[in-house]
Protein backbone atom coordinates (compact mmCIF):
# COMPACT_ATOMS: atom_id res chain seq x y z
CA UNK A 1 0.00 0.00 0.00
CA UNK A 2 0.74 3.79 -0.61
CA UNK A 3 0.57 4.68 3.03
CA UNK A 4 2.74 2.28 4.34
CA UNK A 5 6.07 2.98 6.09
CA UNK A 6 9.55 1.79 4.26
CA UNK A 7 11.17 -1.30 6.29
CA UNK A 8 14.18 -0.15 7.85
CA UNK A 9 17.25 -1.55 6.36
CA UNK A 10 19.19 -4.26 8.05
CA UNK A 11 21.42 -3.08 10.42
CA UNK A 12 24.64 -4.24 8.31
CA UNK A 13 23.22 -1.92 5.68
CA UNK A 14 23.60 1.08 8.40
CA UNK A 15 27.44 1.15 8.54
CA UNK A 16 27.52 2.61 5.25
CA UNK A 17 26.09 5.99 6.62
CA UNK A 18 27.68 8.01 9.66
CA UNK A 19 26.81 7.17 12.85
CA UNK A 20 24.89 9.83 14.63
CA UNK A 21 27.21 11.64 17.35
CA UNK A 22 27.14 14.06 20.78
CA UNK A 23 28.99 16.57 18.45
CA UNK A 24 26.32 16.57 15.73
CA UNK A 25 23.65 17.28 18.04
CA UNK A 26 25.26 19.84 19.71
CA UNK A 27 25.83 21.28 16.32
CA UNK A 28 21.97 20.81 15.77
CA UNK A 29 21.49 22.68 18.67
CA UNK A 30 24.16 25.83 18.49
CA UNK A 31 22.35 26.19 15.03
CA UNK A 32 19.13 26.16 15.86
CA UNK A 33 19.62 28.87 19.09
CA UNK A 34 22.35 30.36 16.56
CA UNK A 35 25.45 29.51 19.35
CA UNK A 36 27.66 29.08 16.84
CA UNK A 37 26.78 31.54 14.59
CA UNK A 38 24.01 34.50 13.95
CA UNK A 39 22.84 36.53 17.05
CA UNK A 40 24.65 34.99 19.95
CA UNK A 41 27.33 34.40 18.10
CA UNK A 42 27.90 38.02 17.12
CA UNK A 43 26.89 39.11 20.35
CA UNK A 44 29.66 37.13 22.20
CA UNK A 45 32.11 38.06 19.64
CA UNK A 46 31.80 41.61 19.40
CA UNK A 47 31.98 41.30 23.56
CA UNK A 48 35.41 39.61 22.72
CA UNK A 49 36.69 40.33 19.81
CA UNK A 50 34.74 43.35 17.93
CA UNK A 51 37.42 44.31 15.77
CA UNK A 52 37.87 40.34 14.35
CA UNK A 53 34.25 40.35 14.62
CA UNK A 54 33.31 43.14 12.60
CA UNK A 55 36.72 42.83 9.76
CA UNK A 56 34.83 38.58 9.72
CA UNK A 57 30.98 40.50 8.38
CA UNK A 58 33.60 42.80 6.01
CA UNK A 59 36.19 41.13 4.31
CA UNK A 60 35.84 36.99 5.01
CA UNK A 61 32.26 35.32 5.32
CA UNK A 62 28.97 37.61 6.07
CA UNK A 63 26.89 34.55 6.61
CA UNK A 64 28.80 33.47 9.74
CA UNK A 65 28.14 36.43 12.02
CA UNK A 66 24.36 37.99 12.10
CA UNK A 67 23.39 40.83 9.46
CA UNK A 68 24.36 43.95 11.21
CA UNK A 69 21.63 45.86 10.45
CA UNK A 70 19.12 42.96 11.75
CA UNK A 71 21.41 42.71 14.90
CA UNK A 72 20.72 45.80 15.57
CA UNK A 73 16.97 46.10 14.91
CA UNK A 74 16.18 43.09 17.22
CA UNK A 75 18.70 44.83 19.74
CA UNK A 76 17.04 47.57 19.97
CA UNK A 77 13.30 45.88 19.91
CA UNK A 78 13.99 44.02 23.34
CA UNK A 79 15.59 46.88 25.10
CA UNK A 80 12.50 49.11 23.99
CA UNK A 81 10.30 45.78 25.07
CA UNK A 82 12.01 45.57 28.91
CA UNK A 83 12.17 48.97 28.80
CA UNK A 84 8.17 49.92 28.20
CA UNK A 85 7.02 46.61 30.22
CA UNK A 86 8.52 48.28 33.68
CA UNK A 87 5.37 50.26 35.24
CA UNK A 88 7.87 52.28 36.92
CA UNK A 89 8.74 53.56 33.56
CA UNK A 90 6.02 54.28 32.43
CA UNK A 91 5.00 56.25 35.91
CA UNK A 92 8.08 58.24 35.20
CA UNK A 93 7.24 59.58 31.67
CA UNK A 94 4.08 60.42 32.72
CA UNK A 95 4.82 62.19 35.67
CA UNK A 96 7.19 64.31 33.61
CA UNK A 97 4.25 64.87 31.16
CA UNK A 98 2.36 65.96 33.69
CA UNK A 99 4.66 68.16 35.60
CA UNK A 100 5.26 70.38 31.98
CA UNK A 101 1.32 70.13 30.81
CA UNK A 102 0.56 73.56 32.01
CA UNK A 103 3.34 75.00 30.05
CA UNK A 104 1.43 73.42 26.82
CA UNK A 105 -1.80 74.45 27.98
CA UNK A 106 -0.63 78.05 27.68
CA UNK A 107 0.88 77.67 24.78
CA UNK A 108 -2.65 75.52 23.36
CA UNK A 109 -4.60 79.07 24.53
CA UNK A 110 -2.15 80.91 22.29
CA UNK A 111 -1.84 78.94 18.97
CA UNK A 112 -5.39 77.34 19.21
CA UNK A 113 -4.37 74.37 18.40
CA UNK A 114 -4.43 70.83 20.81
CA UNK A 115 -0.47 71.30 21.66
CA UNK A 116 -0.64 69.36 25.13
CA UNK A 117 -2.30 66.34 23.63
CA UNK A 118 -0.41 66.22 20.45
CA UNK A 119 2.53 66.36 22.29
CA UNK A 120 2.07 63.24 24.18
CA UNK A 121 1.35 61.13 21.46
CA UNK A 122 4.19 62.55 19.58
CA UNK A 123 6.31 61.16 22.45
CA UNK A 124 4.99 57.90 22.71
CA UNK A 125 5.37 57.06 19.09
CA UNK A 126 9.07 58.04 19.79
CA UNK A 127 9.33 55.57 22.80
CA UNK A 128 7.59 53.20 20.95
CA UNK A 129 9.76 53.48 17.42
CA UNK A 130 12.90 53.47 19.31
CA UNK A 131 14.34 50.73 16.43
CA UNK A 132 13.34 53.70 13.71
CA UNK A 133 14.93 56.17 15.59
CA UNK A 134 18.28 54.48 15.90
CA UNK A 135 18.41 53.67 12.28
CA UNK A 136 17.46 56.97 10.95
CA UNK A 137 20.41 58.00 13.15
CA UNK A 138 23.17 55.72 11.74
CA UNK A 139 23.86 56.98 8.68
CA UNK A 140 24.16 60.61 10.08
CA UNK A 141 26.61 59.00 12.72
CA UNK A 142 28.21 56.97 10.34
CA UNK A 143 29.22 59.90 8.30
CA UNK A 144 30.49 61.37 11.27
CA UNK A 145 32.67 58.25 12.15
CA UNK A 146 33.74 58.06 8.04
CA UNK A 147 34.63 61.73 8.25
CA UNK A 148 36.75 61.60 11.07
CA UNK A 149 38.35 58.20 11.03
CA UNK A 150 38.76 58.27 7.17
CA UNK A 151 42.69 57.03 7.10
CA UNK A 152 41.55 54.15 8.87
CA UNK A 153 40.24 52.83 5.01
CA UNK A 154 36.44 52.07 5.64
CA UNK A 155 34.15 53.31 3.46
CA UNK A 156 30.48 54.79 4.44
CA UNK A 157 28.86 51.28 3.65
CA UNK A 158 31.53 49.43 5.81
CA UNK A 159 31.23 52.77 8.89
CA UNK A 160 27.47 52.02 8.90
CA UNK A 161 27.66 48.23 9.09
CA UNK A 162 30.03 48.80 12.17
CA UNK A 163 27.95 51.17 13.99
CA UNK A 164 24.97 49.42 13.80
CA UNK A 165 27.71 46.17 15.34
CA UNK A 166 28.44 49.01 18.17
CA UNK A 167 25.04 50.26 18.82
CA UNK A 168 23.46 46.73 18.32
CA UNK A 169 25.93 45.06 21.29
CA UNK A 170 25.24 48.40 23.30
CA UNK A 171 21.28 48.05 23.30
CA UNK A 172 21.34 44.18 23.77
CA UNK A 173 23.66 45.22 27.14
CA UNK A 174 21.28 47.63 28.08
CA UNK A 175 17.98 45.31 27.69
CA UNK A 176 19.48 42.42 29.48
CA UNK A 177 21.18 45.30 32.32
CA UNK A 178 17.57 46.77 32.89
CA UNK A 179 16.14 43.17 32.74
CA UNK A 180 18.36 42.41 35.98
CA UNK A 181 18.20 46.08 37.87
CA UNK A 182 14.14 46.07 36.59
CA UNK A 183 12.78 46.76 40.22
CA UNK A 184 14.90 49.68 40.90
CA UNK A 185 14.51 53.19 40.46
CA UNK A 186 13.90 54.77 37.01
CA UNK A 187 16.58 57.09 37.49
CA UNK A 188 18.82 54.93 38.06
CA UNK A 189 17.86 52.44 35.33
CA UNK A 190 18.82 55.53 33.47
CA UNK A 191 21.36 56.79 34.71
CA UNK A 192 23.06 53.16 34.27
CA UNK A 193 21.97 53.17 30.30
CA UNK A 194 23.97 56.32 29.94
CA UNK A 195 26.92 55.04 31.83
CA UNK A 196 26.43 51.69 29.91
CA UNK A 197 26.59 53.35 26.41
CA UNK A 198 29.57 55.36 27.09
CA UNK A 199 31.58 52.62 28.57
CA UNK A 200 30.62 50.57 25.66
CA UNK A 201 30.96 52.67 23.01
CA UNK A 202 34.21 54.09 24.10
CA UNK A 203 35.69 50.48 24.24
CA UNK A 204 34.15 49.39 20.79
CA UNK A 205 35.37 52.49 19.01
CA UNK A 206 38.93 51.67 20.61
CA UNK A 207 39.25 48.62 19.49
CA UNK A 208 37.06 48.74 16.19
CA UNK A 209 39.11 51.82 15.08
CA UNK A 210 42.38 50.90 16.84
CA UNK A 211 42.66 54.46 18.27
CA UNK A 212 43.94 56.09 21.82
CA UNK A 213 40.89 56.29 24.56
CA UNK A 214 40.74 60.29 23.90
CA UNK A 215 39.82 60.04 20.42
CA UNK A 216 37.23 57.04 21.45
CA UNK A 217 35.45 59.17 23.85
CA UNK A 218 35.35 62.24 21.59
CA UNK A 219 33.78 59.48 18.98
CA UNK A 220 31.26 58.38 21.91
CA UNK A 221 30.20 61.54 22.84
CA UNK A 222 30.18 62.61 19.45
CA UNK A 223 28.01 59.53 18.38
CA UNK A 224 25.35 60.25 21.26
CA UNK A 225 24.84 63.49 20.31
CA UNK A 226 23.45 62.56 17.14
CA UNK A 227 21.15 59.82 18.12
CA UNK A 228 19.94 62.62 20.41
CA UNK A 229 19.38 65.06 17.60
CA UNK A 230 17.58 62.43 15.85
CA UNK A 231 15.28 61.39 18.61
CA UNK A 232 14.36 64.88 18.79
CA UNK A 233 14.10 66.00 15.40
CA UNK A 234 11.85 62.47 15.06
CA UNK A 235 9.61 64.23 17.79
CA UNK A 236 9.12 67.63 16.05
CA UNK A 237 8.48 65.92 12.75
CA UNK A 238 6.13 63.82 14.04
CA UNK A 239 4.48 66.25 16.15
CA UNK A 240 3.57 68.71 13.47
CA UNK A 241 2.43 65.40 11.27
CA UNK A 242 -0.06 64.94 13.68
CA UNK A 243 -1.08 68.84 14.01
CA UNK A 244 -1.61 68.39 10.35
CA UNK A 245 -3.68 65.70 10.36
Not at 22 to 38: A, F, Q, T
Not at 185 to 196: Q, R
Amino acid sequence: MENTIPKSRPVADKSAYPRLTLKEIKDEICSHLYLEKGLLFTFWNMLKSPANTSNIYLYEDRKKVQNPFRYLIIAVAFATFITLSNPAFQNFISETQDANKGKYEKLEQGVGVPVWETFREAQDIYISYQNLVVLLAIPFISLFTYLVFKRKGFNFAENMALNCFIFGTIYWISGITNLFLYSLDVKILMASGWIIMTILGCYFYFRIFSINIFKAILTTIGSNVLLMITGVTFQIIVFFILLML
